[in-house]
């Protein structure tokens, strides 16, 4: 009788210890954390789940990550409830943070692993930066609008994606000290795919790229290097902002 009343009194003890635990852990505020998990992390499933593996996207890799950024983060507070829903939405200077399912349709094409070296071209809020980062990727990303390219390299840097490195500059021209990279990825549209671009890409490697006017047709395209040859595919319309420059 004396050693179970004394095992229940250890049991009461480790209770109280737990709640007690518990407790700390609420007024410290984990307790949000764990909301947003279960908020946001719900909506991330459902949105790779309905939007993207639904129209075919099958790469684990980008699955895993368009799972696991936390795109309410990349846009601003007033759209944070609209974040997952199958669209693009606005950003700073007149931009956009494009479509779920195109951010992991691109991400896809490019056929990246890890430690690859991705040249991005239209940082914008840094998402796509930050999905390519979260799958191992050592990303350089350019941006022409100086506040967004600030903010971006600000919030990758905030969210852990630190390594990923951003360029104030006309991405029409590349980076080419960084060159030659094994994908290139332009989240704007071009008239025309940008030879220095083409020049910047290795032997194998993979552009995805929107090409057209603003005003009609655009075509997502993929563009392969292959023993000195450039060959295009077309993929499916789209509609992306312009590339801006001076070109």
């Not at 601003?76 to 974040?83: F, H, I, N, R, T």
């Not at 191992?136 to 840097?157: C, M, N």
């Not at 990279?181 to 008239?191: L, N």
């Not at 655009?218 to 077309?234: A, C, D, F, P, R």
Request: charged share 25%.
């Amino acid at each position: 009788m004396v050693i179970r009343y004394l095992k229940m009194k250890r049991y009461i003890l480790y209770v109280a210890i737990i709640v007690g635990v518990a407790v700390l852990v609420w007024l410290l505020g984990v307790p949000y954390v764990s909301k947003e998990k279960d908020i946001y992390k719900d909506r991330r499933d459902r949105m790779v789940q309905t939007q993207i593996m639904a129209r075919g996207v099958k790469d684990e890799a980008v699955l895993l990550a368009m799972g696991t950024v936390p795109r309410h983060k990349f846009v601003s507070e007033d759209l944070v409830g609209s974040a997952y829903k199958d669209r693009p939405l606005p950003i700073e200077c007149g931009q956009t943070i494009s479509q779920p399912y195109i951010v992991a349709l691109m991400t896809e094409l490019l056929n990246v692993r890890r430690g690859d070296k991705v040249l991005e071209v239209g940082t914008g809020s840094g998402y796509q930066a930050a999905i390519l980062s979260q799958m191992g990727v050592e990303v350089y990303t350019i941006e022409i609008f100086e506040e967004l390219g600030t903010s971006a390299q600000k919030r990758l840097k905030d969210l852990g994606y630190s390594k990923v490195r951003v360029e104030i500059a006309d991405g029409y021209y590349g980076w080419p000290e960084e060159a030659p990279f094994d994908a290139i990825i332009v989240t704007c549209a071009a008239s025309h795919i940008p030879p220095p671009l083409i020049e910047q890409l290795r032997e194998g490697g993979r552009m995805c790229i929107p090409v057209g006017s603003v005003f009609w047709t655009q075509n997502l395209m993929l563009v392969y290097k292959k023993e000195g040859e450039i060959i295009t595919e077309n993929i499916l319309p789209v509609r992306f902002v312009p590339l801006l420059g001076e070109h």
